[in-house]
Structures are given as C-alpha cells and as structure tokens.
C-alpha cells in the first residue's frame, strides 16, 4: 500500500506505476480508488467533521474577534482545480476561464481553514448553482446545516441573520 501513496505524490501516470511493479493499469486503478477511500473514510471525520450548530457558533466568535464581522459564521467560495478534458465530455468541464476545471466550492473560517466542502462540480457550472445542488446548499435552505438562530448585533437592538460571507 506504501507505494501507492508514491502514486499518489509523484503524479505518475497509472500505466507507469503499472509497468513499474509489472500488474496491469486496471489493478492500480483499483488499488488507487481503494486507498484513496480507505483514506477518506478512516480522515475524513477527523480533519474535515461535519458543521454542526457548536462550530458554527465557534466560527461567528472567531470572525467577531478577527475581522469585526458580527453574525458571520463562514466564508464561501468556488475554486477552478485544472483539469484535463475527460473524453466524450463535451463542454461539461470547460470554463468561462478557457480551461477545462472541476469545482472546489468551499466554507472556511475566519482562520481560513475548511469548514465543509464539495468536490467535482463541471467547471462550466456556476458557484451559485454548484451551491445550490450541492449536500450543504440543500441542508441550508432545508435549515439543517445548523445556522444559528439570527439575532441582534452587539450594542444594539437591530436583529440580523447569521450568514456565510461571499
């Protein structure tokens, strides 16, 4: 399994790796999707949980005493990751950039470290639209994401809602 993990940091082709230890391109295609999820499942909880109402309310203190944002429990954005044009894919992937790309839509703290994400939208699809098909864009307008509550703003009686910053 070690050597896999070279796969992954070296950016060999899987052929290459193939030829390299004498197995075919399809078994290091499958040892790659099983490590790469054998990663994901046994990391994923502990460097990227999911939001819940606690760290959404720890993020809204952390942009007060950072940035003086009140109500701001995280930052949004969309990043363009290069890519290339996966056959018979058309213009799924192709951007307004003139490159071929897959989405990172992310939210971050004001330490701007990830807070949730979503991976592998077409580069031709919007951050907008990308957001609102996306796992945390549906919990949000269904009120699951754990938002807190609005509330009022610091010496005063004006009540605003809790946002993301885009």
């Known amino acids: 399994m070690i050597n896999y993990f070279r796969y992954l940091a ?4 899987q052929f290459s790796m193939a030829m390299h230890y004498r197995i075919s391109p399809s078994a290091v295609c499958n040892i790659v ?7 994901i499942a046994t990391l994923k909880n502990l460097y990227l949980p999911s939001p819940n109402e606690e760290t959404w309310r720890k993020n809204e203190e952390r942009y007060l005493s950072l940035w003086n944002f009140p109500n701001a429990c995280g ?14 894919s058309g213009s799924l992937y192709y951007n307004y950039k003139s490159f071929f790309s897959i989405v990172l839509l992310a939210i971050a703290d004001a330490d701007f470290k990830f807070t949730a994400v979503d991976i592998g939208a077409y580069g031709s699809e919007s951050d907008g639209g990308i957001f609102s098909r996306s796992a945390m864009g549906m919990k949000l307008i269904e009120k699951k994401l754990g ?16 946002h993301l910053r885009g």
């Open 75 to 88: 930052s949004i954005d969309g990043k363009h990751v290069r890519v290339k044009a996966p056959p018979g």
């Open 33 to 39: 999707r099983e490590t790469v999820a054998a990663i």
């Open 10 to 13: 070296s950016g060999d082709t």
């Open 147 to 162: 938002i807190p509550n609005p509330k009022p703003l610091i010496n005063s009686e004006t009540i605003l809602p809790c």
